[in-house]
C-alpha cells in the first residue's frame, strides 16, 4: 500500500492492523556518465513499491534529497546540508508518530546519507530521553544494498569493478525499472579510482567523471531484476522482524 495514493481513511485502517510504515530516502546526484541522477532515491523506491505488491506493508512518499554536498560540482545534484536534513526527517518522523506509527524503517539508498540520518534519530530520541519519558515509537535505518542476501548477490554479479558510487548495482536496479532511460558511455579507466570524500571541488578533480571505484558497464537490467526480486522480499521479512521486535517493560 502506498500513502501517497491512499486516503487520510485508508491509512486508519492501515494503523488498525499494523503501526509500521516504511520511508524510502535517498538522494538525488550524479551518477557518473550513465547513472540517472534520481539514483539513490529512485532504487529504494523502486524495491519498496516493488515489495508492497507481495504484502500488506505501507510505504511513505519518498524523501529524495539527502546529504549530497561532495556532488554539488555536477550539474543536476541537490542537496540538503546535515543540519538541514536532520531536522527535516525529525520532522517527517514526528509527523507520522502523531498518527501512531511506532515502527518507522527507513530504507535508504544513499551511503553519504547515513551519518545524518544516525545523528537525525539521536536528536529525535534526546527529546524522550530529556524528557524521561518513552519515545513511543522505534526508529530503523536499513540500506537496501544491506537487506538480506543482497551483497551477496551484487557480488556474485559484479565481482570486480562494483565500486561505492555509480555501482553497477544501483545502476541496474535503475535500468530494470526504466529501461527507456538506459544510457551508454565509454569508461575511461573502465574501473573508475577510489579515495577520499571532501568538498565539492575536490571530489570532481579526484573523480571527474564522477564514479567512485566501479564499472557501471555491467549492468544490465536483468541483473537489475533479480536484486529487485530479492530486496523486495527482504524488505518484507525485515518489516514484519521490526514490526514483531519486543519492547522491554
Ligand atoms: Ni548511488
Redesign the pocket.
Known amino acids: 500500500m502506498l500513502l501517497h495514493l491512499s486516503t487520510w481513511a485508508e491509512v486508519g485502517e492501515f494503523l488498525k492492523r499494523s503501526r509500521t510504515i516504511a520511508v524510502p530516502i535517498?538522494?538525488n546526484?550524479q551518477?557518473g556518465p550513465t547513472?540517472l541522477l534520481g539514483?539513490?532515491w529512485l532504487?529504494p523506491e523502486i524495491i519498496a513499491h516493488e515489495a508492497q505488491r507481495t504484502a500488506d506493508i505501507l510505504i511513505a512518499p519518498t524523501f529524495n534529497i539527502g546529504m549530497a554536498q561532495h556532488h554539488l560540482g555536477f550539474p543536476g545534484t541537490i542537496s540538503l546540508r546535515p543540519s538541514t536534513f536532520i531536522a527535516a526527517i525529525g520532522d517527517w518522523t514526528r509527523s507520522l508518530a502523531v498518527h501512531g506509527f511506532e515502527r518507522i524503517l527507513f530504507l535508504n539508498?544513499?551511503?553519504g546519507n547515513v551519518a545524518s540520518i544516525e545523528a537525525a534519530f539521536s536528536e529525535i530520541y534526546a527529546e524522550a530521553s530529556f524528557a524521561k519519558r518513552r519515545a513511543g515509537f522505534a526508529l530503523k535505518l536499513c540500506n537496501w544494498w544491506d537487506l538480506n542476501g543482497v551483497g551477496e548477490l551484487a557480488r556474485e554479479q559484479f565481482p570486480t569493478g562494483h565500486g561505492i558510487?555509480?555501482?553497477p548495482s544501483?545502476i541496474a536496479v535503475t535500468q530494470w525499472a526504466f529501461p527507456d532511460a538506459i544510457k551508454s558511455a565509454s569508461y575511461t579507466p573502465q574501473i573508475a579510482a577510489s579515495g577520499p570524500i571532501r568538498e565539492a571541488l575536490d571530489f570532481r578533480a579526484r573523480y571527474p567523471d564522477g564514479r567512485m571505484g566501479s564499472d557501471p558497464g555491467q549492468a544490465t537490467p536483468e541483473k537489475g531484476a533479480a536484486l529487485v526480486k530479492l530486496a523486495a522480499q527482504s524488505l518484507v521479512r525485515e518489516l514484519d522482524a521490526f514490526s514483531r521486535e519486543a519492547v522491554p517493560g
Open positions: 535517498g538522494s546526484e551518477h547513472g539514483t539513490d532504487c539508498g544513499h551511503g558510487h555509480a555501482t544501483e
